[in-house]
């Protein structure tokens, strides 16, 4: 055990040297990505793939895979593989073995190494399983004389991954992407193929597009396909079929934007940005080049960015289409700084720079990152990352991550290292004082950096080496150093002074004590000290034993010290400073001694030896240059032999292969000497001289001079024109030499400019110089020099040669000829010689005067080029068109095209349309015919009123001219007024054709006149009804949306109205609005004004109204009491405010009762009285008590508000008689008397009054009073004489004076002393849970026993009973079963007497039986009784009740109420109720949970006739013909698209959240045209939607066409579609029905013996026509009244079983179920209220009193229906058919057929109110 724990040791000691010597002597560097894998890798499963990740770094850093999660990646066995390199290899696999996991997932890449770690950026990888495709020939548009448009599909599955190569003309014409086509074919870099100007001869022609996979390289051919020419020649007007909506590129490179659109004539292209303030029209330029549909830019930079338009054009109109290009300019980012050093307990600061090109780029999403994990405060858009209190754990690699919007990362690393830090001991030993024998243990700690190493001594001397010292070492994970010196069995001679010193480079640090061992003096033995001279010696004697008196030392025989530079120090040991060799050399003796005399010895030997010393260098610094010879010499001026004399260059041993050479010329001068110096002898060289006493260096640095040399020398270089070019060019020398660039202007050996950094000119940091899209002004001559002071530098002339191919200044121009005269068509291209020129027609057919008699052609030649010049001679309208000057050289090729436009007489404009509309003019623009027109010399622009209802009028004209520009503003026109306007051009020739005719609808301005006939009404307390007319129709000036009708009161000095917004019809109808809200019992100035979509009109004269009078709704005011007397009070108060008053005021009641805790209250303790006077006087009243006061004020309506409760008490009385009195012989001589207080003590008890009265016969002998305390009810009377007889009687008294005296109760004294009890029984009232004690106080020691209810009570014989042994009786823990009556009988043998207690237990009451008696659609109204209230009266009742899931909420009701109505409730919403009650113990259970429904139903559909209302352009939608089934609804959805055979035509959505209005107009349409309408009408109850057809007038307003119309029925189910047919079938149906469940209930009352019928059915039927359920309406709005309240009578109560329903209790149903065909109206007034009613007999006793009787209320429609016969001119039932569909979100499905009403079952109960 002793070996292995030696061999532990050691081994520690081995681990902490090596760990702690290894931050002195390597040097470490954080890793550092080499290559980092890309952010996103595709390949295909046939191929695989892999991801290269390498990192440099000290020590070589390890690379590993993570995933997304941080989870580490895994080799699967042929699937997945990690190469020892560092990449990652995803291996082929079939289709089926394809994991997501593993080939659609992201990767990271790790490096770290002992320093710390770094993660690449998220590598997504996707692999894409090669599947078989096939690819097929769209024909866009083939249309002869136009351009036909191919489009290879390719399928979706795999488009992302294909793309066009080429296109083959059958046979074997290949036809590759280009930026511009040969004239004829055009193949766009996106893969579709223009053919331009199709003759019949394409016909016949076949074509096939070839694909290839982006992965597999796999190239697919689709079929053949042939063009079929469509000979119509009538005018298509573009449409963009193609567009490259977002393209990005990086700064520098090309980008292409592409526009593609068909139409006929071949649309003409504009491009345009809108990167500035307004649109801008797009120039060629050197950069740009405008190529028809395509616009190419070379060399983007960020100012290209943003976004373009491409307008396409011919005469049949115009299309666009926007295109945003997007430059990445790429990003550099960096660490500053990138290695940072800080000492612990510092702080580190690391600043993530940004830039591009240069300059510093702001706002970027910067993360950083520290050893590869997210800092957690990172993530915010900050470039400076703090660590304060820098401490081991910081230090590692910290990573700066910049992701950019568009995705891609960048990223840098820095490192922080921790700097040195002396050590600093944490922990260390203190002294110690201890007997021979037990185990010590010594321990410090230190912490530093590097770590420090700990090492001990003893005495200033290495530990004993003996089996008894164990020293131990580790370092903890924090880096500190923990040592330990374990003495097992510690001995006298281990005392001494012990030291532990912890040193790194960084310092040293020690902590010394004492361990003091009790023993003689001992002195151990001192090894050979070795001084170095100079420095101070400090000897310490090594002696043990405790305690020591003196040390002394001795050298020579003489007791030290005998020199200045000696001194023993106070703890005995020696110093000496300096040391000298010669006088201090030899051997020291110490000796030291205790008290008792005894001393020791001990003598050792101090050697002085002298250090090294060096001669300096004379300089710093030797700067030679290359091939000269270089000496340094090293002198050792002192120090004793023997000498080591080394050399290092760069802190390393001189090597032989360096080139070097030392020469020892003796012990003391040694000289390195370099023969021919070269670049590699650059360095730092040190002569390092050692001997036993110390090692010093002297250093000097050698810098070497090297001229330039070539390491990329310069060549010549040929470049095509607009291409890239690197030239290359680099040196090296010491110093590191300049390259500059120079350009001759001239010849060879002419001048030299410099070249500098310009956009296109990039001088690179290598020396390279690149030139990008390369033009002919770069050609010539270029000097790259390399110079770095030594010599005269390097330099070398290329020659930069640009071979240009042919190109035009301009891509395009146009020539513009009359009719018969020769048009000169010219080009001019540049380039290199020879250029051949070929002028082609429309791209095709090669023009060749010998074949063709009106051309001619000349060229020639032009100092850049080639001019050229085509000569057309009589032109006319066929030589119009596109013509090519195609030029060809040896390096490529290029055309121009040269547009021909022969003039003709004006064509009649295009594309007439409104560029302006107000209410009073029109801004016309039109566009002139583009092809063949001649010079237009004025325009006459027509005009017109387009209401077919109106005398048709002459056009009206007017003239543009001077000069003739495309619009013209026509003035003087009347506002919401179609008029018909058409343009017509006039030239030399003569005048065009007229345009199409343009229908145009003036704006709507304010309406000019107020509204008529304004009247109001009152209709309640807080309402008005208030209805006008629309103002006149020419004052409307447009269509009226709606009112804004304001109120005010009249006698308030506000002069401003509150307004209120109601929708109009947008006819002018008759209008009404019910305002509610208002203020009760106010007169109001009311008025209305129109409003269109512009704005409002007039106000109308106001109308004075005055709201009915109502209760008041505030209670009295200031009201207080003051008591009279014992029984009576004074009341008074003051009148509520006058606002609040809401009528005239007819008196005051006061409702008080007595507060009083009685087991039953009783029934007529509520009074009431009634007066005018603001005072009363409240007479015969309970003496002494507390009265509850409260004040209503009333009108002719009814009852006020209640004021809060006043507590009131009435002054104290005398109290009454005491309620009883006893009188027992206690003993021969004592009498016991005991008394009951009285039951009405009318005040406070002060005291008791006992009379004693001594009679003998019927001779009064004596006459006595005592006064008793109030709390005393008993006296025992001593010291009487025998067999006298005494009378007794009590009286009370509180303050105001005595009450009544008792009954008198006499007794003879005896010695026979009978059993009699003294206490007192009766009700005693108890809550549960309590404990009662019943007594049992007797005289005469008789036996007792308890009986309940003649039961004997047995000790013992209940858990919850105890009889004391004075004879009381104790429950305990009350429960209801332990009431009843408790007797106590007591007989001692001379007498027998019995007692009775009635024990009364209270409990919570009963759960009440609640009832719903009736539902609105926002109010249910309940009642309820209560059950058994748990002896005890109810305080109160708390109402719970929670719409659907959401929060309960709860209400406190009044322990008189005994029904509730809940208001402001959600329409058509099921909510859960249910009741508890209240007493002084405590809640009750609650009472079964009720679920009730609110009235009201998801919207219903309207017939398509009363809905719709189609126009030629437009269709009306009456929104307010939808009904809503009693709930309001909140929005509609509407939709529509036009029926064409387009199977994937879209839906055009009108609104998804359209507010309730009376009237949409929804415009666009086309005439005679078939729509499907969709509409979805929501509202809190649910939803419902239909479809509907219709078809539009024609553009004259007459009838569609019939066939359009059968279309339409056609389109739509026959029978629902038809209203006459699906009423009767329904009403049949449910007839039916109705008569079978009739039958079935019938039949089963007569097997039940004629059960009286439960249940009823209500049946509603659909209306067919609006006149018809108009009158219904008002029928049942006759028949049926809405109640809100319950009827009863006095003697009614509330059924509690089914058969308490009368068989004839009339059950109301929902209108809306009735008539849903029926409009409903916004506002309060649209939501019918509805209930059902019964009777009932008379509630129990004790209960809350019956219901109040219901008070009838009339409700009635805020607006009547009216037919809208303005909108019927033409058939609607022809013109729109209906398909709808109903859906209902909430709980149970509501059908409109019948209604059943279910009796309530002994559980939960549903009820569902319709």
């Known amino acids: 055990m002793w070996i292995s724990s030696r061999l532990f040791v050691i081994f520690l000691l081995l681990h902490l040297e090596t760990t702690c010597s290894e931050p002195f002597e390597a040097h470490l560097r954080g890793p550092g990505f080499v290559m980092e894998p890309p952010g996103r ?156 100007n199709l003759q019949e001869s394409d016909e016949s022609q076949s074509f096939r597009c070839r694909s290839m996979h982006r992965l597999t390289r796999q190239v697919v051919v689709s079929s053949p396909t042939r063009l079929r020419i469509n000979s119509h020649r009538g005018i298509i007007s573009p449409s963009v079929v193609e567009h490259t909506a977002h393209v990005q590129v990086s700064q520098d490179e090309g980008a292409v934007l592409l526009c593609v659109a068909q139409g006929c004539p071949s649309p003409e292209y504009s491009w345009y940005t809108h990167n500035g303030a307004g649109p801008l029209p797009v120039l060629s330029g050197p950069r740009v080049r405008l190529l028809g549909p395509i616009l190419a830019i070379e060399a983007v930079t960020g100012e290209d960015s943003g976004v373009y338009k491409c307008t396409a054009s011919n005469v049949g109109g115009e299309a666009s289409a926007e295109l945003r290009l997007t430059v990445a300019t790429p990003i550099q980012v960096e660490i500053s700084p990138n290695v940072l050093s800080v000492h612990m307990g510092g702080t580190a600061e690391f600043r993530c720079l940004v830039t591009s090109n240069g300059s510093p780029v702001g706002m970027q999403n910067i993360l950083w990152y520290k050893d590869g994990r997210q800092l957690p405060s990172s993530g915010r858009v900050e470039d400076t990352l703090v660590v304060p209190r820098v401490s081991r754990e910081n230090r590692g690699m910290y990573q700066c991550v910049v992701r950019r919007p568009e995705g891609d990362t960048f990223q840098a690393t820095a490192e922080l290292q921790l700097g040195d830090a002396p050590p600093v001991l944490l922990y260390s030993f203190i002294e110690q004082t201890l007997q021979p024998g037990p185990a010590v243990s010594l321990k410090c700690s230190a912490a530093g950096n590097p770590t420090p190493q700990i090492s001990w001594t003893l005495d200033g001397f290495p530990l004993p080496s003996n089996g008894r010292f164990m020293i131990g070492q580790y370092i903890t994970v924090h880096g500190d150093v923990i040592s330990h010196v374990n003495i097992s069995h510690v001995m006298v001679e281990d005392g001494g002074e012990y030291a532990c010193i912890a040193e790194n480079r960084a310092g040293r640090v020690q902590h010394a004590a004492r361990l003091n061992i009790y023993g003689l003096p001992y002195i151990r033995l001192i090894p050979k000290v070795t001084a170095v001279s100079g420095e101070t010696l400090n000897l310490k004697c090594p002696v043990a034993g405790y305690p020591i008196e003196e040390i002394h030392w001795e050298r020579g025989g003489r007791e030290l010290p005998d020199d200045i530079r000696q001194r023993v120090q106070p703890d005995g040991s020696l110093t000496i400073s300096p040391v000298q060799k010669n006088s201090d050399s030899g051997v020291y003796t110490c000796w030291a001694r205790n008290k008792q005399g005894h001393s020791a010895r001990r003598s050792g030997e101090v050697t002085v030896i002298v250090p090294p010393k060096v001669s300096p260098f004379q300089t710093s610094i030797l700067q030679l240059n290359m091939g000269d010879r270089a000496s340094l010499t090293c002198s050792v001026v002192k120090g004793d032999l023997p000498l080591t004399i080394n050399w290092r260059k760069d802190g390393r041993p001189i090597d032989p292969t360096q080139h070097m050479s030392v020469k020892q010329v003796d012990q003391y001068n040694s000289i390195l000497v370099i023969e021919n110096l070269g670049s590699d002898h650059t360095g730092n060289y040190s002569c390092v001289v050692r001997n036993s006493a110390a090692e010093v260096e002297n250093s000097q640095a050698l810098l070497v001079n090297v001229p330039p040399r070539w390491i990329v020398e310069p060549v010549d270089a040929n470049v095509e024109r607009n291409r890239h070019i690197m030239l290359h060019c680099q040196a090296q020398g010491v110093p590191t030499p300049s390259i500059v660039w120079k350009k001759a202007t001239g010849s060879k050996s002419g001048e030299y400019e410099e070249v500098r950094e310009r956009p296109f000119t990039k001088l690179l940091g290598n020396g390279s110089l690149l030139l990008q899209h390369v033009k002919e002004d770069r050609e010539g001559f270029y000097l790259c020099q390399a110079n770095n002071g030594i010599g005269t530098g390097i330099g070398k002339v290329i020659q930069l040669k640009v071979n240009s191919s042919p190109y035009f200044s301009s891509t395009s121009r146009s020539v513009m000829v009359k009719k018969g005269d020769t048009a000169l068509l010219q080009c001019s291209v540049s380039g290199d010689k020879p250029i051949n020129i070929v002028w082609m027609r429309s791209g095709k057919n090669t023009l060749n005067p010998s074949t063709n008699y009106k051309i001619s052609v000349k060229q020639e030649a032009t100092p850049d080029g080639v001019s050229a010049e085509l000569q057309i001679r009589t032109v006319d309208a066929t030589d119009s068109g596109p013509y090519f000057c195609r030029a060809s050289n040896l390096y490529g090729n290029d055309q121009q095209l040269v547009q021909l436009q022969v003039q003709e007489p004006p064509q009649p404009p295009s594309v007439l349309e409104a560029a302006m509309i107000s209410s009073r003019s029109v801004n016309l623009k039109w566009q002139p015919k583009t092809l063949g027109t001649g010079d237009v010399s004025k325009y006459l622009v027509e005009f017109r009123e387009a209401d077919p209802a109106l005398f048709v009028e002459q056009w009206q004209q007017v003239e543009v001219k001077d000069p003739p520009t495309f619009n013209a503003l026509i003035e003087n026109l009347k506002p919401a007024t179609r008029y018909a306007f058409r343009v017509i051009a006039e030239g030399s020739a003569g005048r065009s ?343 049992c106080t007797a005289v005469g020691k008789p036996k007792r026993d308890w009986f309940k209810s003649d039961v004997v009570l047995r000790q013992g014989g209940h858990h919850n009973t105890q009889i004391l042994d004075n004879g009381d009786l104790i429950i305990s823990s009350l429960e209801l079963g332990d009431g009843g009556n408790y007797s106590c009988q007591v007989d001692n043998g001379i007498g027998t007497d019995r007692l009775t207690h009635i024990l009364l237990v209270q409990v919570p009451p009963a759960a009440p039986t609640l009832y719903v008696t009736s539902a609105t659609s926002s109010s249910i109204l309940m009642h309820w009784k209560c059950g058994f209230t748990g002896n005890a009266p109810i305080t109160g009742y708390t109402l719970f009740y929670r719409r659907g899931n959401a929060n309960t909420d709860e209400m406190q009701l009044s322990r008189h109420a005994s029904s509730h109505e809940l208001k402001g409730l959600v329409c058509g919403s099921t909510y859960q109720i249910y009741l508890s ?30 809905l719709l209302a189609p126009n030629s352009t437009s269709l009306l939608v009456r929104l307010h013909s939808w009904p809503d089934n009693g709930c309001p609804i909140l929005y509609f959805v509407l939709q529509y698209k036009a029926v064409t055979d387009d199977p994937d035509a879209e839906w055009v959505m009108v609104s998804n959240a359209l507010k309730p209005q009376r009237r949409l107009v929804v415009p666009n349409l086309l005439p005679s045209t078939l729509y499907h309408l969709r509409m979805e009408a929501h509202n809190v109850a649910g939803e419902s939607s239909a479809e509907f057809s219709f078809v539009t007038l024609t553009k004259d307003g007459d009838p569609p066409p019939p066939e359009i119309v059968q279309r339409g029925h056609r389109g739509t189910t026959v029978f629902y579609g038809n209203i006459n047919l699906l009423i009767p079938s329904i009403a049949a149906l449910s007839g039916m029905i109705c008569t079978i469940v009739m039958v079935i209930i019938c039949y089963r009352n007569m097997l039940k013996n004629a059960r009286p019928l439960a249940e009823q059915s209500a049946h509603s039927q659909k209306e067919s026509l609006e006149n018809r359920a108009n009158s219904e309406a008002a029928q049942r709005e006759r028949y049926y009244a809405t109640i809100h309240k319950v009827s009863m009578q006095n003697n009614d109560k509330i059924p509690e079983t089914s058969e308490d329903i009368s068989p004839y209790a009339t059950f109301q ?81 509501i059908k409109h057929n019948s209604r059943l009403i279910q009796h309530f079952p002994n559980h939960n109960i549903s009820i569902t109110y319709l």
Request: charged residues 20%; contains cysteine.
């Open 41 to 196: 890798v595709e390949f295909s499963n046939s191929s695989g793939g892999w991801l290269d990740c390498s990192a440099s770094g000290s020590p070589q850093p390890t690379i590993d895979w993570v995933h997304a999660d941080g989870s580490a990646v895994t080799e699967i066995h042929g699937v997945r593989r990690v190469l020892r390199n560092g990449t990652l290899v995803l291996m082929p696999f079939a289709a089926a073995a394809y994991h997501q996991d593993v080939h659609n997932t992201i990767y990271r890449c790790i490096a770290s190494n002992s320093v710390g770690r770094i993660v690449s950026r998220d590598v997504q990888v996707r692999a894409v399983v090669a599947q078989a495709y096939k690819v097929d020939v769209e024909v866009l548009s083939a249309s002869r004389g136009c351009t036909a448009i191919l489009r290879c599909v390719v399928p979706t599955f795999v488009k992302e991954l294909v793309r066009v190569v080429s296109w083959v003309h059958e046979p074997a014409i290949y036809i590759y992407p280009s930026l511009q086509g040969d004239g004829k074919f055009h193949l766009l870099p996106t893969g579709e193929l223009l053919i331009h």
């Open 993 to 1335: 054709a007229p345009s199409q005719e343009l229908i145009v609808r003036t704006e709507p301005q304010r309406p000019a006149g107020p509204p008529l006939n304004l009247s109001a009404r009152p209709l309640s307390s807080t309402e008005l009804l208030i209805s006008w007319v629309a103002p006149l129709p020419e004052l409307r000036h447009g269509d009226i949306q709606g009112y804004n009708v304001g109120y005010k009161l009249a006698n308030s000095g506000n002069t401003a109205y509150n307004f209120t917004s109601v929708s109009g019809d947008g006819d002018g109808g008759n209008g009404e609005l019910l305002l509610s809200g208002l203020a009760k019992f106010q007169r109001y100035n009311v008025v209305v004004q129109a409003f269109n979509q512009v704005g409002p009109g007039p106000l109308s004269e106001p109308a004075t109204s005055q709201t009915m009078e109502d209760v008041p709704s505030r209670s009295p005011e200031d009201v207080r009491c003051a008591a009279l007397s014992s029984q009576s009070l004074q009341v008074s108060w003051q009148p509520p405010p006058i606002y609040h008053t809401n009528g005239l005021l007819q008196g005051y009641k006061l409702v008080f009762e007595p507060i009083i805790d009685d087991i039953q209250p009783s029934k007529d303790e509520v009074e009431s009285r009634k007066t005018t006077a603001l005072t009363m006087v409240l007479t015969g009243l309970r003496k002494y008590t507390n009265y509850s006061i409260q004040v209503l004020a009333h009108t002719r309506m009814g009852d006020g508000v209640l004021s809060k409760p006043l507590f009131c008490h009435s002054e104290e009385d005398v109290p009454e008689a005491p309620a009883d009195i006893k009188v027992v012989v206690s003993s021969s001589q004592s009498l016991y008397i005991s008394w009951l207080p009285p039951t009405e003590p009318n005040g406070v008890i002060t005291k008791y009054s006992l009379y004693t009265r001594v009679v003998n016969g019927r001779e009064e002998l004596n006459n006595e009073k005592r006064s008793l305390p109030s709390q005393q009810a008993y006296y025992e009377a001593k010291g009487l004489h025998p067999h006298m007889e005494y009378q007794f009687w009590v009286t009370a008294s509180t303050r105001v004076g005595e009450g009544k005296s008792s009954r008198v109760a006499s007794q003879i004294t005896t010695n026979r002393i009978p059993a009699r009890i003294i206490s007192f029984g009766g009700l005693v009232v108890r809550p549960w849970r309590s404990t009662v004690t019943l007594p």
């Open 1477 to 1506: 009650a209240q007493n002084k113990v405590g809640p009750s259970p609650s009472s079964i949970m009720l679920h009730v429904r609110t009235q009201g139903q998801s919207p219903g559909q309207p017939s398509s006739t009363a």
């Open 1709 to 1789: 149903l929902s209108e809306g179920a009735a008539n849903m065909s029926q409009p409903h109206h916004g506002g309060p007034a649209n939501t019918l209220l509805h209930s059902f009613m019964y009777h009932e007999r008379a509630l129990a006793e004790g209960c809350s009193s019956p219901p109040p009787a219901a008070s009838k209320n009339r409700r009635r429609h805020s607006r009547k229906t009216e037919p809208e016969s303005e909108e019927s001119e033409s058939d609607q039932d022809q013109l729109t058919s209906s398909r709808t569909e109903s859906s209902n979100q909430h709980e149970g499905k």
